[in-house]
Nanobody, 123 residues
């Protein structure tokens, strides 16, 4: 299996930026599609971003498209989420996930999950 550990969350003002990191274990990191999800209290887990296991394809929902960017560095076993122009509605716990698929955007497609990192955007 793969172990995932997120970092980089915190408190930021609206309009600001944060970069989240997800460190993954295992030598088969390049065999996994990677994704980011978020969940606010009382709400469903929401897809945020995904990148294919080759790194050649990315996907985003309209809510973050143009503001967030996912990338991966297989040499460092790390996936990143660059978040710009943050809004209060982006406040949530952000989770990194790995899927044994070329690309994945649905929660059921993911096999492994990190513990989450809190992102809070103030007005």
């Amino acid at each position: 299996q793969v172990q995932l550990v997120e970092s980089g969350g915190g408190l930021v003002q609206a309009g600001g930026s944060l970069r989240l990191s997800c460190a993954a274990s295992g030598r088969a990191f390049s065999s996994y599609a990677m994704g980011w999800f978020r969940q606010a209290p009382g709400k469903e887990r929401e897809f945020v971003a995904a990148i294919s296991w080759t790194g050649g394809t990315t996907d985003y929902p309209d809510s973050v498209k143009g503001r967030f960017t996912i990338s991966r560095d297989d040499a460092k076993n790390t996936v990143y989420l660059q978040m710009n122009s943050l809004k209060p509605e982006d406040t949530a716990v952000y989770y990194c996930a790995a899927a044994l698929r070329p690309i994945a955007t649905m929660t059921y497609e993911y096999d492994y999950w990190g513990q989450g990192t809190q992102v809070t955007v103030s007005s």
